[in-house]
């Protein structure tokens, strides 16, 4: 008698469309950690995102920087305040200054984390890596769907003996 293999059932769709020895599927999922275009493909997926919070940062630092502006030119005791401040005492005016920046900092930060918390950090796509070894157990099993697949393993105490 064989040892039995665990088998990898492949669904896309929630239709069963074929299985793979787990050596196999083990295979493959190497083959595509040693694919040097995917982590390229990978930093190319991130970097837009870190250009996106950043811009995110920059714009909410950006309008609290303007209401602090708003401020001062809408209360003119405290724009004279911090001009005769900026004449006379430049440490008081470095202060003000300081604390208006360090201030819009916090805010633009909060408005860039806190969304991020509540919608949370997972991307709802699957990765590059996980594409690929989609679209190669595709190719080994010649599915002609492009679904996303949903891989189960069924261990070899859970088949049927014959």
Known sequence: MFPVQ???EVFANDVRIGSLPEQRYQQIRAEVK?????YLALLLDVVPSGFKVIA????????AIACGGAFLLSNPDALLRLLDAAAHDPGKYAESV????????LIGAGFVIVPAFLKGWSRPTPGVFEREIHRRVRIELSCPVDAPLHIVKIAPSMMAST
Do not use: Q
């Not at 040693?34 to 995917?38: A, H, M």
């Not at 300081?98 to 900092?105: D, F, G, H, I, K």
């Open 34 to 38: 040693r694919d040097w275009r995917l």
């Open 98 to 105: 300081r604390y208006l920046v360090s201030t819009a900092s």
């Open 56 to 63: 995110a940062y920059l714009l909410w630092f950006g309008a």
């Open 6 to 8: 665990a088998i990898m």
